[in-house]
């Protein structure tokens, strides 16, 4: 199936959210589905404004010992269940034993679990604001449930790109939910995109935070690219030339390189850089006015914050952009 690079439109997620259940039902029906919707799904939020200039460390090293950890759990338990079922090197068992250890030892691999897991990790450096302090207080309760059962989750530095752990979560579990797709259903690239977009359109965004976030579907499309380059890298949409992570020897499977997160990351992760879309202009005008009430230079204020590092994401991403960046994000001009 041909790719079709679609962009998000404004009007498309309007459309989308107006036909969604949260806008045709009554109030307290509407509150009941954004709960349960909410307690099921990888709809954590993070607040790319109030904290970041409290960021003073670099979470690389940290969050990459963390993600190798749980890398090579996944991989012992692998080659041990081969080891029991004489099954030589089983796909279906790598797999499945990596979505258990990134999962953080759980059977399934949901981005929440990953979100609570690296939020409470003192190892690694971040920053966590409160709903009530962060630029998304005045969002309601119907409009923005998972921001009061959920909370926010914590942000950290990669490089200057100033991410929330919520973007690991959906790197693993949505990367998970694209490969499968794709390698394993028959699907293709376009259609996993556009199911990205519907998700953001409605349970991981619209319908529980109120919120589109490209920067979401952007961590997603890099996890595909993960997942695919364990064994296949020469398949990477973005034609990368690294080698695989693995390969199979005397029946085991082994690690050629470790897993570097600043592969993958760059500015359209940062929601400050690849803008938000809103379910509606209150929405959209109450989270401006708290960011302008920070009193930050315009600089800092105005989305894309880091115009430069939007107009390198466009040169990665290359036809892809039209589905990954925000428009401001992606048609950015450096100031003067």
């Known amino acids: 199936m041909p790719i079709h690079h679609r962009r998000p439109t404004a009007e498309r997620i309007s459309t989308m959210a107006a036909n969604s259940l949260t806008y045709s039902l009554l109030p307290t029906l509407v509150l009941t589905l954004t709960i349960a919707v909410s307690q099921t799904t990888n709809s954590a939020e993070i607040d790319s404004y109030t904290g970041r200039h409290l960021l003073t460390e670099d979470a690389q090293i940290a969050l990459n010992q963390e993600l190798n950890r749980r890398f090579k759990f996944g991989i012992a338990g692998a080659n041990q269940a081969m080891a029991e079922a004489q099954t030589g090197c089983d796909t279906d068992k790598l797999y499945q034993q ?22 409470d990790d003192s190892n690694i450096p971040s920053v966590i604001v409160q709903r009530p302090d962060s630029v998304y207080r005045d969002i309601s309760l119907i409009s923005g449930i998972d921001l009061y059962t959920g909370g926010l989750g914590a942000i950290i530095d990669i490089n200057g790109n100033i991410i929330g752990v919520d973007k690991i979560g959906h790197f693993l579990a949505q990367g998970w939910d694209y490969f499968q797709a794709i390698e394993v259903e028959g699907g293709s690239l376009d259609e996993a995109m556009q199911w990205g977009e519907k998700t953001e359109a409605s349970y991981y965004g619209l319908w529980t935070t109120g919120l589109f976030s490209h920067a979401d579907l952007t961590a997603n499309f890099n996890g595909y690219r993960f997942w695919l380059a364990l064994l296949s890298p020469d398949r990477d949409p973005l034609n990368a030339t690294a080698s695989a992570y693995l390969h199979c020897d005397n029946q085991q499977w082994l690690i050629n390189r470790p897993l570097d997160i600043a592969d993958y990351i760059d500015g359209a992760w940062d929601e400050a850089n690849n803008c938000l879309d809103f379910a509606s202009d209150a929405i959209a005008d109450g989270v401006q006015h708290n960011i302008d009430a920070l009193q930050l230079t315009r600089e800092q204020s105005t989305c894309p914050i880091k115009p430069q590092r939007c107009q390198l994401a466009v040169k990665k991403y290359g036809d892809y952009s039209a589905m990954l960046l925000h428009p401001r994000c992606q048609h950015a001009v450096s100031p003067d």
Do not use: H, P, T
């Open 98 to 119: 990596l979505r258990y250890a990134f999962a953080g030892n759980k059977d399934a691999l949901v981005g929440n679990d990953i979100v609570s897991q690296l939020s």
